[in-house]
């Protein structure tokens, strides 16, 4: 009998008839990371093995990280956390002088599970030194069209939804898809410096009848829109790049040379679902302290709690090349080539809990 509080027999995945049933997507994960691999090694990327724990998980405002207490020789406790993403640690890599770095590492994500959503999930990410971020595009459909003959598919699925990876991917910016899509002019509520006007996308969002609270800040607003209206329309048919995001919206990305109310970041969707996210990265110190710090603010008004800033992160970004870099999940990578209906079919071994 089915135990109600474990519908999906998560608990017990390891049961060969679930197994079974699981493998055929479990061996085609296989099969596309080894040639995601290969394809790194002949575009000459380095491979790094990054370690998951930290002094900061990351300092994103709506990132929750796992604790722990490393125990010193002495006895003491200090608090560390596992990575929401190999990020720091990969820059001061680029610092020290890499110049293609890939990793596939495991990372974790607190208060994240669900069909799209693991805590612990598999992160593709890698950087060009000296390269601009538009460089990313061709990686990812390279990566696309690779992963679908790995799996031996010629088409990507989720729910209803199809996408033909091989086909040119659509390039939308941020702004063009509040028009499309919400009836929506995003950029009228960014000043050039980046400050937005909260009420002004509040008053736009209530002529499309949309619902917002009044305690909402225009982070909030952004958020409501890009879920509601946005992210489902994208990647059907053909993959799409959402690019050109609001520079309030890209804490770890440079200003637009083309329009400084936006930033060099993008997304990459597949049949409504966020598969990587791209972005000439910032490498001015200064700046990414003050981001930082009014991410954690945020997070400390949001959550009512704060992480800390990795100060060696911030010094090793004084030595760090202009960069371009992306992530990707691969796990839902794998999910969409295999049209797996949630992540923890092509999981191995799914999280309890």
Request: aromatic residues 10%.
């Amino acid at each position: 009998m089915p135990d109600k509080n474990d519908p999906a027999g998560l608990s017990q995945w390891w049961r060969a008839d679930r197994h079974q049933d699981r493998r055929p997507a479990l061996m085609a994960r296989n099969r596309v990371m080894t040639a995601m691999r290969n394809w790194f090694a002949g575009e000459d990327f380095v491979e790094a093995d990054l370690p998951a724990l930290q002094v900061s998980p990351g300092n994103e405002t709506h990132l929750h990280g796992f604790s722990t207490a490393m125990i010193g020789n002495d006895g003491g406790a200090q608090t560390m956390y596992l990575h929401t993403s190999p990020e720091f640690t990969a820059k001061k890599l680029l610092a020290a002088g890499e110049e293609r770095l890939v990793s596939f590492s495991h990372v974790y994500r607190n208060r994240e599970r669900g069909p799209l959503h693991h805590p612990e999930f598999t992160m593709v990410e890698w950087y060009r030194a000296r390269e601009p971020y538009h460089r990313l595009f061709a990686d990812c459909a390279a990566l696309l069209s690779l992963a679908a003959e790995a799996a031996g598919t010629d088409r990507f699925a989720r729910g209803e939804s199809t996408c033909d990876p091989f086909a040119e991917i659509e390039r939308l910016s941020v702004a063009e898809a509040f028009e499309r899509h919400a009836g929506i002019d995003l950029l009228s509520t960014i000043g050039p410096d980046g400050k937005t006007e909260r009420d002004g996308l509040a008053a736009q969002m209530k002529g499309q009848g949309l619902q917002y609270s009044e305690d909402d800040s225009w982070s909030d607003l952004f958020s409501r829109v890009l879920v509601e209206k946005i992210e489902a329309n994208l990647g059907h048919g053909r993959a799409t790049f959402l690019d050109c995001y609001p520079a309030p919206e890209a804490a770890l990305a440079r200003r637009s040379g083309a329009d400084p109310r936006t930033a060099e970041r993008f997304e990459l969707y597949v049949c409504g679902v966020e598969l990587a996210n791209g972005f000439g990265e910032l490498t001015d110190a200064a700046e990414q302290r003050v981001r930082f710090e009014a991410d954690m603010a945020e997070k400390q008004r949001i959550y009512g709690e704060t992480y800390p800033i990795d100060e060696d992160f911030l010094k090793a970004l004084q030595h760090m090349p202009p960069a371009s870099g992306i992530a990707l999940g691969f796990d839902r990578l794998v999910m969409l080539a295999t049209g797996a209906r949630r992540i923890e079919d092509v999981l191995w071994a799914p999280v309890a809990g």
